[in-house]
């Protein structure tokens, strides 16, 4: 699966953006896509999950209730909203997928997901 993350930017600290992921290639339902960030002289982080079939998402705590984690299957693409966005998520950030077989729990790790988007830049400014 290639994935192209889109929809970076420069905004302002309270403000939004809705990031994309659209992928070519085909999604197995079992799929996860995630999405990681890395900050400017840290390592990249989890950030947010969800199960390609039944939708069911995992967040991160820093960003709960601040992002939404979405897809839409006729489209291929997977949605990032971050909103009341703050300073310190400046980063690159990335979406990604975790090829599984069957149902199979969340994880944050970054070993587990291999397909990988080129990233997009977010910069929030104080």
């Known amino acids: 699966v290639q994935l192209q993350a889109s929809g970076g930017g420069l905004v302002q600290a309270g403000g939004f953006l809705r990031l994309s992921c659209a992928a070519s290639g085909q999604i197995f339902s079992n799929y996860h896509i995630g999405w990681f960030r890395q900050a400017p002289g840290q390592e990249r982080e989890f950030v947010a999950a969800?199960?390609?079939?039944?939708?069911?998402?995992y967040y991160t705590d820093s960003v709960k209730g601040r992002f939404t984690i979405s897809r839409d299957a006729t489209k291929d693409t997977a949605y990032l909203q971050m909103n009341d966005l703050k300073p310190e998520d400046t980063a690159v950030y990335y979406c990604a997928t975790r090829k599984l077989r069957v149902l199979t729990p969340f994880t944050s790790l970054e070993s587990e997901y291999t397909d990988w988007g080129q990233g997009t830049l977010v910069t929030v400014s104080s």
């Open positions: 969800i199960k390609w079939r039944e939708g069911s998402k």
